[in-house]
């Protein structure tokens, strides 16, 4: 699902709807254009350019903004990256060093870096703390919710039941490509949870 709001694959049936809105998504560049950005599971291998800096890795997308005449801003590059590391903790000792360098959790804020740049409306996390510790995942969901507090969408998809129940509004339960049932807040358990993704179907309001 993740990938065919993003417009990696195509979505076999259904509408996207933003701020109520139909919307046609048929490519990343689509969905880019729109304010829709994945973080994705796999960061080393979609989400950052590991032997690229900081720096080059966070003002990559937006580069022409930095750019005129075909030269890059440098000073106005170095500091968008600077701003981007201290609003979201990313430890480095430079922002020339490698992101290849850095810690899995830190890596994973950069990603998160990169389109906090491009003023997003949409943000889908996908498995967003795999493989980091226990200090990055709180400062993680920290920052989702400072982000969800700011008018933010924020979609996450994950395998941890403690991840969903703690920071979902209302969670979706899927299985076998089908959405079984949708939960507020007040409905959701582990026990009710589990009822709809062995494909027990509930109430989807």
């Known amino acids: ?107 994973q804020k950069l990603v998160l870096a990169r389109w906090l740049s491009l003023n997003p409306q949409v943000l889908i996390f996908d498995e967003p703390t795999r493989g980091i510790d226990v200090g990055a995942k709180a400062e993680l969901y920290q920052i989702m919710r400072g982000l969800a507090a700011r008018g933010l ?3 996450v998809i994950s395998s941890d039941m403690e991840e969903i129940l703690g920071l979902s509004d209302r969670v979706a339960v899927m299985h076998e490509g089908s959405i079984t049932g949708i939960l507020a807040r007040e409905q959701c358990s582990e026990e009710a949870i589990i009822h709809l993704a062995v494909g027990k179907v509930g109430s989807k309001n």
């Open 1 to 107: 699902m993740a990938q065919a709001i993003f417009g990696v694959d195509p979505p076999l049936e259904g509408t996207f709807l933003l701020k109520g809105e139909p919307i046609r998504i048929v490519s990343p560049r689509a969905a880019i254009d729109l304010g829709i950005y994945l973080v994705s599971e796999d960061r080393r291998r979609t989400g950052v350019v590991l032997e690229m800096t900081v720096r080059e890795n966070i003002t990559l997308p937006a580069i022409s903004d930095y750019a005129s005449a075909g030269l890059i801003d440098r000073r106005a590059e170095q500091k968008a990256a600077s701003d981007q590391c201290g609003q979201l903790n990313i430890r480095t000792p430079s922002i020339e060093v490698k992101v290849a360098d850095l810690s899995g959790g830190n890596q």
């Open 153 to 155: 969408a924020i979609i």
